[in-house]
């Protein structure tokens, strides 16, 4: 069963992202394909966390980032690394928690209602795969919590899937 949460108060994050990895968990059960278990993962997100505009995956090729499965308005297709909000995180190889779009250097607006923005590196024995991106119509509405939250998420996801 997938529930459609409130938005949370700090102290209630940690309950929201264990209600969310189990659902992803269950989910990921008995299926390996990355598309499946991305598109899904963006799927549970999207509508079960509060408060976003966009939710979705990039994954590195070629020495950038291209989009994969996400749920919202149409996205931009290519990301350099070390551009943006995405390709500062997978540049880095660390989660990117910026409470202000705007004041982000070289922010890349895909969608102009964005003005808060999450990044988790996805990643497998120390390499970066990808990015998970979660965009939000609201300041400031991702924190530490949300950070430690999604990481948990990223890994069940990275556990549960063959990657090539």
């Known amino acids: 069963m997938f529930v459609v949460a409130t938005p949370p108060s700090t102290a209630?994050?940690?309950?929201?992202?264990?209600d969310l990895l189990s659902?992803?968990?269950?989910?990921f059960?008995?299926?390996?394909?990355?598309t499946a278990n991305s598109a899904?993962?963006?799927?549970?997100l999207f509508h079960a966390a509060p408060d976003l505009n966009w939710?979705?995956?990039?994954?590195?090729?070629?020495?950038?980032l291209v989009l994969g499965a996400f749920q919202g308005k149409p996205a931009c297709v290519r990301i350099a690394l070390g551009k943006g909000v995405c390709g500062t995180a997978a540049a880095s190889a660390r989660t990117v928690v910026v409470t202000d779009v705007h004041a982000f250097p070289g922010h890349i607006a895909c969608d102009g209602a964005s003005e808060s923005e999450i990044v988790v590196p996805v990643?497998?024995?120390?390499?970066?795969?990808?990015?998970?991106?979660?965009?939000?119509?609201?300041?400031?509405?991702?924190?530490?919590?949300?950070a430690k939250g999604l990481e948990?998420?990223?890994?069940?996801?990275?556990e549960a899937t063959d990657f090539a």
């Open 29 to 34: 059960d008995g299926e390996r394909d990355p």
């Open 123 to 146: 990643m497998k024995r120390n390499r970066v795969l990808g990015v998970l991106d979660l965009d939000s119509p609201r300041l400031a509405r991702f924190d530490a919590e949300d």
């Open 23 to 27: 659902q992803a968990k269950a989910l």
């Open 55 to 64: 939710a979705g995956f990039y994954w590195l090729k070629d020495g950038g």
């Open 12 to 18: 209630a994050k940690p309950g929201l992202y264990a």
């Open 152 to 158: 948990a998420i990223v890994a069940a996801f990275v």
């Open 40 to 44: 899904n993962l963006a799927a549970l």
